[in-house]
């Protein structure tokens, strides 16, 4: 038994008695009883019932179905009849007004009970039903995607604000048009129209994912790039009933993305052109040291030798002060070559890649004592200064490596052209890394190898795992654009 409020309408004073008196015994409270139209309107107002009683036939003007129509549109309050009459006239009339329940009189006291809490259950599953709906609208209007359903022909019942503002139609004018009509897509790259995902899922019952390239055509000409995606909506038993497609503008998202992507070229051009100035910056000072220094250090060399065959002037302890000088000029005239050498490699320009390799390799042997075993199938003459000095680099620095990092026993060295590509591999059997876990700002002798070779359209690729040793592996196309400018 519940204690339920309910707003009795009865113009019979003994009529409407006996009813107070079964709801009573059925567990309702009777707020009030109303014997007209107007009066059940007012008391429906002001009490707020849980649940109208209402007679049709009532004094004054206006009757059971009208009032009950009011009540319903205003205040939202489910109303049973209570009624002598049930002539189809009245019947249908009564229908219109959505009643939750209909009980003639005389009426069993089961009957209004099982009724009036029919009556209820309905009301309160409508309710939540409407809540729900609210909900899904309030929700669809409010998300920043643009949605439209449509049902199983295609034809749209649905479309929320950023549909509207997307497509530049408005829900009223769009519904039950076909989507074809609405949302008219082009391949941005080929400019042909393309057939909407919504049609692809009705016809061939596929689930598809973003259209490539779609770019959206609004009512008034407007194009936008736009991202799609779409689902089937289904009943309760599973069949497809209609579609919603949600799509969005990306005009913001792709206009980051190629910024994103210019930013990265011109990075990489600037990187390619801050090598290439570091390159010739190396030669001509190795160029000085070498041309300049070298010179003026010979001769002052030469100068002692001929100080030393003044003997009328020269004491005998300014013998061992000369010699002395000698062995300081040709330390510093020996550094000045090593300089040179390392800034760049006179043997390189003159002999080639392959001399200037085995040559490099020989110290670093000599200097370090790794064992290094060389691999050399090279064709010398189509190679490109660009493409030698690339190669000479990325050895200069994969060895530095190895010495700074790999604590190596032994390097395999393998340098091999055909008449298209040149390569460089260097193989260590040191202590390896991690590369995916290396710090962005660890060092810049990957990345130097790396813009070295793919400036001039090659490959770099690197392999290294812990105690297995680390690969590095370069190779370059021998003819590309790059390297005639
Ligand atoms: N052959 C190798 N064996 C083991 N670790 C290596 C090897 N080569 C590179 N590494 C690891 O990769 C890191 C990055 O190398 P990279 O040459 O880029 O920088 P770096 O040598 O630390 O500094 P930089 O070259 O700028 O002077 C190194 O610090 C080292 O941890
Ligand atoms: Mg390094």
Not at 336 to 356: C, E, H, N, T, Y
Request: some cysteine; proline content about 2%.
């Amino acid at each position: 038994m519940s204690d339920l409020r309910v707003l009795v309408v009865e113009d019979e004073g003994i009529i409407a008695k006996d009813i107070q008196s079964t709801l009573n015994r059925s567990g309702y409270s009777v707020i009030a009883v109303a014997s007209s139209g107007q009066e059940a309107i007012e008391k429906a107002m002001e009490m707020y019932p849980d649940l109208v009683l209402m007679d049709i036939v009532l004094e004054g003007d206006m009757d059971g179905v009208a009032a009950a129509e009011k009540i319903r549109d205003r205040f939202d309050i489910p109303v049973v009849y209570l009624t002598a009459y049930s002539d189809d006239t009245t019947l249908q009339r009564a229908k219109i007004t959505e009643p939750y329940g209909y009980i003639l009189k005389p009426f069993q006291e089961r009957e209004l009970y099982t009724t009036i809490e029919m009556a209820l259950y309905k009301h309160k599953i409508e309710r939540k039903l409407k809540e729900n709906e609210r909900w899904v609208a309030t929700l669809l209007k409010s998300i920043g995607d643009a949605v439209i359903a449509t049902d199983t022909s295609k034809l749209i019942t649905f479309m929320n604000p950023v549909a509207e503002a997307l497509t530049g139609w408005k829900h009223e004018e769009a519904v039950g048009k076909p989507i074809k009509d609405v949302f008219k897509i082009i391949n941005e790259k080929t400019g042909k129209e393309v057939e909407e995902s919504a049609t692809r899922l009705l016809q061939d019952r596929v689930v598809t994912g973003i259209t490539n390239h779609a770019v959206l055509i609004a009512e008034d000409g407007t194009k936008r790039p736009i991202d799609d995606s779409c689902a089937p909506i289904r009943d309760d038993k599973g069949r497809i009933i209609g579609v919603v497609l949600i799509f969005r503008d990306i005009t913001e998202t792709k206009r980051m993305q190629d910024s994103i992507l210019k930013s990265e070229k011109q990075l990489r051009n600037l990187s390619s052109s801050i090598l290439s100035a570091q390159e010739q910056e190396r030669k001509r000072i190795s160029r000085e040291l070498h041309d300049d220094l070298g010179q003026i250090l010979t001769a002052v060399l030469l100068d002692i030798s001929r100080a030393e065959k003044q003997e009328t002037i020269l004491s005998s302890s300014s013998y061992g002060f000369l010699e002395h000088i000698r062995v300081g000029i040709k330390e510093a005239l020996q550094r000045v070559r090593s300089l040179s050498a390392i800034l760049r490699p006179g043997i390189l320009d003159q002999l080639g890649l392959k001399a200037a390799v085995i040559s490099f390799l020989e110290e670093i042997q000599e200097q370090t004592g790794l064992k290094i075993i060389e691999e050399m199938q090279v064709d010398q003459s189509n190679i490109p200064e660009s493409v030698s000095i690339a190669i000479y680099r990325i050895l200069q620095e994969a060895t530095t490596n190895i010495v700074k990092h790999a604590e190596a026993k032994q390097v395999i060295v393998k340098l091999q052209s055909d008449s298209k590509t040149i390569s460089i591999s260097i193989k260590d059997d040191g202590k390896g890394f991690k590369l995916e876990s290396l710090p962005i700002d660890k060092g810049l002798g990957l990345l130097g190898m790396k813009e070295r070779a793919e400036w001039l359209g090659g490959v770099f690729k690197i392999e290294s795992a812990h105690s297995r040793g680390t690969s590095i592996c370069a190779e370059f196309p021998l003819f590309s654009k790059k390297l005639a400018t």
